[in-house]
């Protein structure tokens, strides 16, 4: 699925599942909230934070697909045609980043 097909499927989904759009700043802070619970899962997995037997149930793949999900919905309400503007950043960061990368010794 592309971009654009996903920006669709959201939509559909909101008009035949959840009634509205919630309003930005709703979006934005639910946003924030989707985030935070991917960061716990890698703090816990990967980082040095100890883990809780709650966490056992944790699952990355489907809080990073919250986060997309939320994401698409801000886009979608703003009026953002995400495939565009992803192509658009990616040349941007290959313009300006092309060799900064590469001529970095601390990723050596």
Do not use: P
């Amino acid at each position: 699925m592309n971009i654009k097909n996903a920006q669709k499927k959201v939509d559909q989904w909101i008009n035949e599942h959840g009634v509205r759009y919630f309003n930005e700043l709703t979006n934005m802070a639910i946003l924030s909230e989707e985030v935070g619970e991917v960061a716990r899962i890698i703090a816990r997995k990967y980082g040095e934070q100890s883990s809780k037997h709650s966490d056992n149930e944790d699952n990355l793949a489907d809080e990073l697909s919250d986060v997309l999900f939320v994401l698409i919905c801000l886009a979608n309400q703003t009026g953002i045609d995400l495939e565009k503007s992803f192509h658009e950043n990616l040349n941007k960061k290959t313009r300006r980043d092309k060799n900064r990368h590469k001529s970095n010794t601390k990723l050596k």
